[in-house]
Structure formats: structure tokens, C-alpha cells
Nanobody, 122 residues
Framework: QVQLVESGGGLVQAGDSLRLSCAAS????????MGWFRQAPGKEREFVGS????????SYADSVKGRFTISRDNAKKTIYLQMNSLKPEDTAVYYC???????????????WGQGTQVTVSS
């Protein structure tokens, strides 16, 4: 059974940093491109960024480019989302996702995590 489990969310102030983790089990994460999405209250889920099977390529939404960085450690079956210079508009539930192809992460991930809440106060 495939599981993606996010962790690291919390309440921070604007300008702070936070690092999210997503641990994968039930699959060999090195065979999957992975990524992050987020969903704010009353809004649709949106793509944040993605990373290829071996750490590249990467892709980011314009709203987070230059502030967020995705990385992965296949030995630990874990991907990370380093979030710097957080803004109140970054408040959302953040979801981890996996797909066989890099381009599919943004469009149609095969697996989803349950999400972790990130709240940024002003």
C-alpha cells in the first residue's frame, strides 16, 4: 500500500521559514517524480512545485519561485519543501504527490498525501 505522509507544518509569522517533509512508503520513490500542492480555504488546490526522480529537473509556480525549494533524498524516500520568506497568502494545507512522469506531477499525480497545515500570520 502506497503512503505519502507529510510533516513539518505549523504556525509561523510572515517572513519566517519552514521545511515540510514527505515520507513515501510502499513504493520505490526513486521511480517517481514528486511534488507539492496546496489548498487555501475556499480555493482550489494549486500546484506549488515538482522534482524529477533523481533530483532534477524542478519546476515551481510563479507565486513561490525564488522563495520555495524542493529537494529529495531517495535513500530516505523523502522529499522536502523549504519555504522561506513566508507570506500570509501562503497559508494552506500542503499536499505531497507522486507520478511516474515528471510532467504528470503537475497535471495528474497518481498518489497523494493527506496534507499538513501551514498557517502564516501577519
Amino acid at each position: 500500500q502506497v503512503q505519502l505522509v507529510e510533516s513539518g507544518g505549523g504556525l509561523v509569522q510572515a517572513g519566517d521559514s519552514l521545511r515540510l517533509s514527505c515520507a513515501a512508503s510502499g513504493l520505490y520513490s526513486g521511480l517517481y517524480a514528486m511534488g507539492w500542492f496546496r489548498q487555501a480555504p475556499g480555493k482550489e488546490r494549486e500546484f506549488v512545485g515538482s522534482i524529477g526522480r533523481t533530483g532534477g529537473p524542478t519546476s515551481y509556480a510563479d507565486s513561490v519561485k525564488g522563495r520555495f525549494t524542493i529537494s529529495r533524498d531517495n535513500a530516505k524516500k523523502t522529499i522536502y519543501l523549504q519555504m522561506n520568506s513566508l507570506k500570509p497568502e501562503d497559508t494552506a494545507v500542503y499536499y505531497c504527490a507522486a507520478a511516474v512522469k515528471f510532467d504528470d506531477v503537475r497535471i495528474s499525480p497518481r498518489y497523494w498525501g493527506q496534507g499538513t497545515q501551514v498557517t502564516v500570520s501577519s
